[in-house]
């Protein structure tokens, strides 16, 4: 909150866009209602853009293969059993913030929730 205060302050930012993950907003407890967004030429407006893990994020060491066999085998951990997960292109995201920066009035005081698509094990191999 203290960065969305920051940028009230400045008085040249007119739409404020917060990058949350799934939940996180709710988890904190956050409330709209204590954080009214005004869209107007002198007040500051905000909106959210929860996502997903990151697509890209399968070619890292987080999500990509933890370890390689001698016979030259990946072996991916994929904790979700024969479950599905949702992801989300660094280029959805890129997508929607812009949008949000166009399109102030109808997204002010919204979360859009972002996902790309539901995937399982199979799917990201």
């Excluded at 209602?33 to 407006?45: A, E, F, I, M, T």
């Excluded at 929860?50 to 890209?56: H, R």
């Amino acid at each position: 909150m203290r960065i969305f205060e920051l940028a009230q302050q400045a008085k040249t930012v007119r739409h404020y866009v917060w990058s949350s993950l799934d939940y996180a907003v709710k988890k904190a407890g956050f409330d709209p209602k204590y954080r009214p967004s005004v869209v107007s030429d002198s007040d500051l407006s905000w909106s959210s853009l929860t996502s997903e893990p990151y697509m890209e994020m399968l070619k890292s060491s987080l999500w990509g293969p933890l370890t390689r066999r001698a016979d030259g085998t990946h072996v991916f951990a994929f904790p979700t059993g024969q479950g599905r997960v949702p992801m989300v292109s660094l280029k959805d995201i890129g997508f929607f913030a812009r949008c949000s920066f166009y399109n102030r009035a109808e997204v002010s005081g919204k979360d859009l929730e972002i996902t790309g698509d539901v995937v399982t094990l199979e799917d990201t191999v």
